[in-house]
């Protein structure tokens, strides 16, 4: 999964990416179920899978940079029918809703910002079958932030997402929040952009699209 068809995702659905030097677009990818045995649970995502990709890209003044990862953008977990359901964000974007903080006394990017995600509130029944509970955009602490810190990633989500984005191994998480710190700082001090904006893709939003016009000067770091 490329640069140029992130970019032209983020155009073809009216979202904005910022072309000055050194800001940094945080986004996520969630990919399309391989299968799905409902065909009616909403929303259709798969649930405990280290199927998805979170990024950072941007332009350093002369190329357009990425950085992708394996992590989640679900959650491990569902509640049951009858429990207040667990938390799934909705793809969008999400104008300058972080900041670099702590999750659980980890660093991590927290929903601090000026906006906070929608999302929906999901239970599943005895069979699995997923369905909304409810939803809502408040401040619930959909963080951005890593998994196990073990020399070996978790196989399975499980606790370390609860609707949170979460990237699965840890060296990969360093190397992606040593990279958004960096530009962070830089955007705030030469730009005067305190805040991060996520934006949460679908996997067919990006792969599902005419060809467009190729970037020839970009560099892609895709951890595949």
Known sequence: MTLPLVIQAYKRLGYTFNHRKNVPHVFGIRATPKADP??????????????????????????????????????????????????????GQYHD???????RGSPALVNWGTAAPRYWRVVADEQGCTSVSGEGSEYIGLNIHQGSQSDTPPEEVGPWSRGCQVIQDYEDWQYFLKEVKRLTKYASTHHGL???????????????????QAFDNYYNRDNT
């Open 38 to 91: 409902h065909p009616l649970a909403a929303p259709p995502v798969d649930f405990g899978k280290w199927d998805d990709r979170i990024g950072v890209a941007w332009f350093d003044g002369t190329y357009w940079r990425q950085h992708m990862f394996r992590g989640t953008t679900d959650p491990g977990r569902i509640a049951r029918t009858g429990q207040r359901g667990t938390a799934v964000m909705k793809p």
């Open 97 to 103: 809703a972080y900041q670099v903080g702590k999750h």
């Open 194 to 212: 305190d805040y991060i904006t996520y934006t949460l893709l679908l996997e067919r939003e990006v792969l599902d699209q005419p060809a467009g």
